[in-house]
C-alpha cells in the first residue's frame, strides 16, 4: 500500500501541474481574460521564439557524444512509421468518407510533444531529461509533417499537388528543426556561449511550457467536444491508449527503463498536436474533425498520460 501512494504521489509531481495550467487556461478564456488574439500572437511566439530557445539551449549545454542515443531515434521514427502503415489500412475499414481518413490517421499518430511532451519531461526528468528530448523531438517533427502530408494526400488526391510544397518549406524553415540543427556544432564543438546570451536565452525558455500550456487550454473548444464522431473517438483511442501502449510496451521489451522508458512513453502518449488542425484546413480537410480529435485528446490525455506514469512507477520501471 506504501508504493500505491508513493507512485501516485509521483505521478500526480508530474502530470497535475502541467494539465492545472492547461485547464487554467480554459477558465482564463471563459471569463476572457485571454482572447483569440492573444493565443494567436503568444503561440507564434512560442513556436518561432521561445520554444526554439529552450531547444536549442538543452542540447548546446549537452556533450552529444555521451547523450546521443541513436537507436532511441531509430526506434521513434520506426514505431511511428509502423503506426502510420497501420492507421492506413485501419482507416480504410472504420472510416466511410474516404475525405476524413487522412484526417483520423494525423490526429491519430501525430503528438504534441513541444509543448505538453517537453512539459511532463521537465517535471519528471528536470534538466537531466531535457536534452534527449529536444533531440527526439527535432527527429519527430520531420516525420510527422512528411506523414501527415501524405495521409492528407492520399484522401484528397486533389490536394496532393498544392499540399506537398508548403509543407516541404515549412520543414526546411521550421523554427524547432532549425534549432537542433544550430545546436548540434555548438555542442560537438564545445562552443561556450557569452554569459549574457545564455542568461537572456533563460530567461526567454522559462516562459515557453506555461505560456504554450495555457494557450492550449484556451484554444479548447467545448463545442467540438460535444460535436465528436465515430472518427473523432477513434482517432482519439489510437493516440491516447492503443498506440501508446504497444510502442511503450516495445521499448521496455527491448531492454529500456528509467529516463529513456519514461520519455519515450511521455512522447507516445501525448495529446493530438493543434498543428494538425491547421494542417487539415490548410489543405482543405474537415477541419472540424480535426479539432475534435484535437479536443477530445487534450482533455482525455489528463487521465490516461496520468495512468500511464502511474504504473511505470508503481512498477518501478522509471
Same mark, same amino acid.
Given at each position: @500500500?506504501?508504493?500505491?501512494?508513493?507512485?501516485?504521489?509521483? /505521478?500526480?509531481?508530474?502530470?497535475? #501541474?502541467?494539465?492545472?495550467?492547461?485547464?487554467?487556461? %480554459?477558465?482564463?478564456?471563459?471569463?476572457?481574460?485571454?482572447?483569440?488574439?492573444?493565443?494567436?500572437?503568444?503561440?507564434?511566439?512560442?513556436?518561432? +521564439?521561445?520554444?526554439?530557445?529552450?531547444?536549442?539551449?538543452?542540447? =548546446?549545454? /549537452?556533450?552529444? &557524444?555521451? =547523450?546521443?542515443?541513436?537507436?532511441?531515434?531509430?526506434?521513434?521514427?520506426? +514505431?511511428?512509421?509502423?503506426?502510420?502503415?497501420?492507421?492506413?489500412?485501419?482507416? &480504410?475499414?472504420?472510416?466511410?468518407?474516404?475525405?476524413? &481518413?487522412?484526417?483520423?490517421?494525423?490526429?491519430?499518430?501525430?503528438?504534441?510533444?513541444?509543448?505538453?511532451?517537453?512539459?511532463? %519531461?521537465?517535471?519528471?526528468?528536470?534538466?537531466?531529461? @531535457?536534452?534527449?528530448?529536444?533531440?527526439?523531438?527535432?527527429?519527430?517533427?520531420?516525420?510527422?509533417?512528411?506523414?501527415?502530408?501524405?495521409?492528407?494526400? @492520399? =484522401?484528397?488526391?486533389?490536394?496532393?499537388?498544392?499540399?506537398?510544397?508548403?509543407?516541404?518549406?515549412?520543414?526546411?524553415?521550421?523554427?524547432?528543426?532549425?534549432?537542433?540543427?544550430?545546436?548540434?556544432?555548438? =555542442?560537438?564543438?564545445?562552443?561556450?556561449?557569452?554569459?549574457?546570451?545564455?542568461?537572456?536565452?533563460?530567461?526567454?525558455?522559462?516562459?515557453?511550457? #506555461?505560456?504554450?500550456?495555457?494557450?492550449?487550454?484556451?484554444?479548447l473548444s467545448l463545442k467540438a467536444l460535444r460535436a465528436s464522431s465515430v472518427a473523432s473517438w477513434s482517432a482519439t483511442v489510437m493516440k491516447l491508449a492503443i498506440l501508446?501502449?504497444?510502442?511503450?510496451?516495445?521499448a521496455w521489451a527491448l531492454g529500456w527503463t528509467g529516463q529513456t522508458l519514461g520519455i519515450l512513453f511521455l512522447y507516445f502518449a501525448s495529446p493530438?498536436?493543434?498543428?494538425?488542425?491547421?494542417?487539415?484546413?490548410?489543405?482543405?480537410?474537415?477541419?472540424?474533425?480535426?479539432?475534435?480529435?484535437?479536443?477530445?485528446?487534450?482533455?482525455?490525455?489528463?487521465?490516461?498520460?496520468?495512468?500511464?506514469?502511474?504504473?511505470?512507477?508503481?512498477?518501478?520501471?522509471?
Open positions: @500500500m506504501d508504493n500505491f501512494f508513493l507512485s501516485l504521489s509521483a /505521478t500526480l509531481q508530474v502530470t497535475a #501541474p502541467v494539465f492545472i495550467i492547461v485547464f487554467l487556461g %480554459v477558465i482564463f478564456r471563459r471569463i476572457n481574460w485571454l482572447d483569440d488574439h492573444f493565443v494567436k500572437i503568444a503561440s507564434a511566439l512560442v513556436f518561432r +521564439v521561445t520554444l526554439p530557445t529552450l531547444v536549442f539551449l538543452n542540447i =548546446s549545454k /549537452t556533450d552529444l &557524444r555521451e =547523450s546521443l542515443d541513436v537507436e532511441v531515434l531509430l526506434y521513434a521514427s520506426a +514505431v511511428t512509421l509502423i503506426g502510420f502503415l497501420f492507421l492506413l489500412w485501419l482507416a &480504410r475499414q472504420i472510416i466511410r468518407e474516404k475525405a476524413d &481518413r487522412g484526417v483520423f490517421i494525423q490526429g491519430a499518430f501525430r503528438g504534441n510533444q513541444g509543448v505538453i511532451g517537453m512539459a511532463l %519531461v521537465a517535471n519528471q526528468f528536470g534538466e537531466a531529461g @531535457m536534452p534527449m528530448a529536444s533531440i527526439l523531438l527535432g527527429c519527430l517533427i520531420i516525420i510527422y509533417n512528411i506523414l501527415s502530408v501524405i495521409a492528407l494526400s @492520399m =484522401s484528397m488526391p486533389g490536394r496532393a499537388e498544392a499540399g506537398w510544397r508548403p509543407i516541404l518549406l515549412d520543414i526546411v524553415k521550421n523554427p524547432l528543426i532549425l534549432s537542433v540543427v544550430a545546436a548540434i556544432p555548438v =555542442s560537438l564543438l564545445n562552443i561556450e556561449l557569452p554569459q549574457v546570451v545564455l542568461k537572456t536565452g533563460e530567461y526567454f525558455s522559462g516562459v515557453t511550457l #506555461p505560456l504554450a500550456l495555457l494557450c492550449i487550454g484556451a484554444s501508446p501502449v504497444i510502442m511503450t510496451f516495445g493530438t498536436a493543434a498543428g494538425s488542425f491547421v494542417m487539415v484546413k490548410a489543405m482543405g480537410g474537415n477541419d472540424k474533425l480535426a479539432a475534435n480529435i484535437v479536443a477530445l485528446t487534450t482533455v482525455g490525455a489528463t487521465l490516461t498520460i496520468t495512468f500511464g506514469v502511474f504504473i511505470l512507477h508503481w512498477l518501478q520501471l522509471v
